[in-house]
């Protein structure tokens, strides 16, 4: 089965558990949002995923074979992170010549076209390069490396929203050109709810949810109008959150789509993601 499959993984520093049995996959061919709050324990599956540290218990298998100790699988993989991994002290263009001297899927040309697009000037050593630079510099070696599994650790850390919407328009471009699984770890919700396909939740070390991002959307809707309106059209609903500027409101509801009243100016439109998943945090569930 073409997977990374988490199954019954814990891990605890110094008695603090990170994660607690936490089992479910990543299929091939598609992008996933991991997300979780601050400490749910994402960079640590990372870790464990990329054979960086190790889980107390359980196993990561790749592809249904084990993933620790088995350097052939990790040819199947690549995880950029925050973990500067890098030797500060050497050119861009220098690790691109490195990496593609290790990596015979990385394609060269590619880093070279994608660092122009994002104006990375590879004639600078990493530690000249700004926060958001070696955050691009990261993003632009996993863009142009062809494994099967990608997976970002915050890959928009200090982008800003131009670079953020260039590295989104690129990663779907190339999910587009060639098939591939992208995990994609990110506290910005909303920015990648249009990108990804799966949802993949963590919360305080387990897993709080799993699921299709479309299906999701689908358990609930916005209402927006005059305060006074949607508050009288809420009052039956089971209403999560709400919003309010001015006299305008915009209330967050649970369920199915109830008629509109006659003659009312109230706007409908998609479920909030990121609503969606700050109630689920608050709740452990829905
Ligand atoms: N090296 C470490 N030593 C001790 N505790 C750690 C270590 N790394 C992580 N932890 C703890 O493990 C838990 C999970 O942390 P982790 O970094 O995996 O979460 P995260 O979901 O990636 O968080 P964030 O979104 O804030 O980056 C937290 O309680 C954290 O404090």
Redesign the pocket.
């Known amino acids: 089965m073409n997977t990374i499959q988490i199954r019954n993984i814990t891990k605890a520093?110094?008695g603090?558990t990170?994660l607690d049995h936490v089992s479910f996959s990543f299929e091939f061919g598609k992008i996933y949002g991991f997300l979780?709050?601050?400490?749910?324990?994402?960079?640590?599956?990372i870790n464990i995923i990329a054979n960086r540290i190790f889980a107390d218990s359980g196993e990561i298998l790749i592809d249904d074979l084990p993933a620790t100790e088995n350097m052939a699988i990790h040819e199947k993989i690549f995880c950029m992170s925050e973990a500067d991994l890098y030797d500060t002290g050497l050119k861009i263009k220098d690790h691109f010549k490195w990496i593609h001297r290790f990596y015979e899927n990385f394609d060269l040309e590619k880093a070279l076209k994608i660092s122009e697009q994002f104006h990375l000037n590879t004639n600078l050593k990493f530690k000249a390069l700004s926060k958001g630079y070696q955050s691009i510099f990261k993003l632009t070696v996993a863009l142009s490396l062809h494994v099967p599994y990608i997976i970002f650790d915050?890959p928009v850390l200090g982008l800003d929203a131009n670079h953020r919407e260039l590295f989104y328009s690129l990663l779907l471009k190339e999910y587009e050109n060639e098939e591939r699984t992208f995990i994609i770890?990110t506290?910005l919700i909303e920015e990648v709810a249009n990108i990804i396909e799966e949802v993949i939740l963590?919360d305080k070390?387990k897993l709080l949810l799993q699921g299709n991002v479309a299906a999701l959307l689908e358990t609930g809707y916005c209402v927006s109008g005059m305060a006074k309106d949607v508050e009288d059209y809420c009052s039956d609903k089971n209403v999560i959150d709400s919003d309010e500027l001015g006299g305008l409101k915009i209330a967050y509801i649970l369920g199915e789509k109830s008629a509109i009243p006659q003659g009312s100016n109230l706007q409908v439109s998609a479920m909030n993601l990121q609503k969606l998943f700050v109630k689920l945090t608050e709740k452990g569930g829905i």
């Open positions: 520093y110094n603090v990170a979780g709050r601050n400490g749910a324990g994402k960079s640590t599956l915050e770890a506290h963590i070390g």
